[in-house]
């Protein structure tokens, strides 16, 4: 039996972003002496009260021999933790993966100099413009951009990346297997044939909402630094933050205006300790003395230009911004209509409301008529992210629906 199916179990026993694996380090050396070591010296080392004693006494390898049958026929790559190539960066971090699926080409860690890019899902159009610029002069300049390959500032550096005809890595939070979000199958694949495409969560793993602040960690530990565009103060940027400080990795952060909510994160760790990054040129001078051969500073004096609107829309990036000028609200104030609440029926579905199109009413119609939803929760393929924040607008304009917190929506009362 091959030796990788040890590490297939291990990585099933082991909840992702937990001590487990590493404190099994302390003691086995590899996944094949794990799986045969005895319960009770295993439980000695994790204690009893781990969530993981019950599946690491289970030595099963059912589970373990079909995703190696998979792997196999659909060409995926596994690099574990016992690999010669696998990232001596993520060997120190305090939780790092048993193992990781990848597709695309594997890269020689040891030989690259790699910027983890991240920020809000919901950016802003100076969001936009930076992480896409920023992303594409650090990749001329010989760096690599590693990011989730998320909605907004993640695809958009991805995209600048590829842009400059560079590598890029994308870590999932779902299997290998499931692209996440769907509208960014494109761009996978253009990833996977420059870069890679990593995730250390099995095939067939759905895209569940705590899966991403684990799969954080890889991002920042994959990275020799981190870069931070926009977002909340609480969000997943932040977690990847909190992530590269606790691995020692310095923190850069992209200044935004005093009182912006996308700017809530980027000023709070600026004001913290983390390095203030405007240009690809900050991060680059901060780090050629110590990466020659690795980064070339003159690729920065050579101006090269290309247009972000076509390469987002050539690869189908969802990166909207709320300052994109799509609807603008009617000058004239419509004359209220007294309200009469009709509670045993749903309210009426809009039909022939001035300026609305058929886009709008669906998305209209999906929104619960008592309670709300996640905006998310309205995408698909017929009505990808750009079409559903374009119909939110206007239907927010005319008063139809409710934003709420955690990008959530409800309809008006």
Request: with cysteine; proline share 6%.
């Amino acid at each position: 039996m091959q030796d990788i199916v040890y590490w297939i179990w291990l990585s099933l026993a082991c909840t992702p972003g937990t001590k487990t694996f590493a404190t099994l380090l302390e003691k086995y050396s590899d996944a094949r002496e794990i799986y045969e070591a005895d319960d009770e010296d295993i439980v000695s080392l994790i204690t009893s009260r781990s969530p993981d004693r019950h599946s690491l006494a289970d030595k099963d390898l059912t589970a373990a021999n079909k995703i190696f049958d998979f792997c196999t026929q659909k060409r995926v790559g596994i690099l574990t933790y016992g690999d010669e190539k696998f990232p001596k960066s993520l060997k120190t971090i305090p939780t790092p993966p048993v193992l990781l699926y990848y597709r695309g080409v594997l890269p020689d860690f040891d030989r690259l100099f790699t910027v983890a890019i991240v920020g809000t899902r919901r950016l802003s159009q100076y969001g936009r413009r930076n992480a896409f610029t920023i992303a594409f002069d650090l990749a001329r300049a010989g760096a690599t951009v590693v990011s989730g390959m998320a909605h907004g500032i993640d695809s958009v550096a991805h995209a600048g990346a590829l842009a400059a005809d560079k590598i890029t890595i994308a870590v999932l939070g779902s299997g290998i297997d499931v692209c996440y979000p769907a509208q960014h199958q494109t761009l996978a694949r253009e990833i996977v044939k420059q870069g890679c495409v990593f995730t250390e969560y099995p095939p067939g793993t759905k895209p569940e909402g705590a899966n991403f602040p684990v799969r954080n960690r890889i991002i920042s530990g994959l990275s020799n630094l981190t870069l931070v565009i926009e977002g909340r103060e609480r969000s997943g940027a932040m977690i990847t933050a909190r992530h590269a400080a606790e691995q020692n990795r310095p923190v850069y952060a992209l200044p935004g205006n005093v009182g912006g909510h996308n700017s809530e994160l980027t000023n709070l760790l600026i004001k913290n300790g983390a390095t203030l990054c405007t240009s690809a040129d900050d991060i680059v001078r901060d780090f050629e003395m110590q990466s020659l051969g690795k980064l070339n500073p003159f690729e920065l004096a050579r101006k090269v230009k290309v247009n972000m609107n076509d390469v987002l829309a050539g690869l189908k990036v969802s990166c909207v911004s709320a300052e994109d000028d799509i609807f603008r609200p009617s000058r004239k104030r419509a004359t209220p209509e007294p309200q009469v609440q009709v509670p045993e029926e749903p309210a009426p579905q809009p039909q022939s409301v001035d300026g609305f199109d058929k886009k709008a009413i669906k998305i209209y119609q999906r929104i619960p008529f008592d309670g709300e939803c996640t905006i998310e929760s309205l995408i698909d393929s017929e009505l990808p992210l750009r079409e559903v924040m374009k119909g939110l607008l206007k239907l927010e304009m005319l008063q139809m629906v409710v934003m709420l917190p955690g990008e959530r929506v409800r309809r008006k009362r």
